[in-house]
């Protein structure tokens, strides 16, 4: 092959890899924005949800105050205690989905990590 030829066939895969260049970081824009936009949205809905939860404790201590004639602080105590038992239950449940099966990749990924973040090789 000449000089010229190679020459010719370098500015060609040069362009092309331009092109490829161009392409992905217009897809790459486009990912980044919709990656954004979701987590916007993720948040405003967890921060919804959060509210709406305190609301719904409010209503609940109105409700055990006038329904059963509690005072405040038995009324609070009442959610503060049906909390801790749903958080508990929450916290198992989560527990237990978290455990294994693992698939080989992963617990061997995780081990290299543990070793790396320890100092042990």
């Known amino acids: 092959m000449s000089r010229s030829s190679f020459g010719k066939v370098t500015a060609l895969m040069a362009s092309v890899m331009d092109v490829h260049v161009r392409l992905a970081m217009q897809e790459a824009s486009k990912e980044k924005r919709r990656l954004i936009g979701g987590g916007v949205f993720l948040g405003m809905g967890l921060t919804l949800l959060t509210l709406a939860l305190v609301a719904a404790q409010v209503v609940l201590l109105f ?4 329904r059963f004639g509690l005072g405040w ?3 609070t105590a009442a959610v503060a205690a049906i909390d801790l038992v749903l958080s508990g239950l929450c916290l198992r449940l989560g527990g237990q989905m978290l455990k294994g099966p693992y698939l080989p990749e ?3 990924g995780l ?7 320890t100092g042990r090789s």
């Open 106 to 108: 992963t617990t061997a």
């Open 73 to 75: 602080l038995a009324a």
């Open 63 to 66: 409700w055990l105050h006038e």
């Open 111 to 117: 081990a290299r990590t543990t070793r790396a973040l």
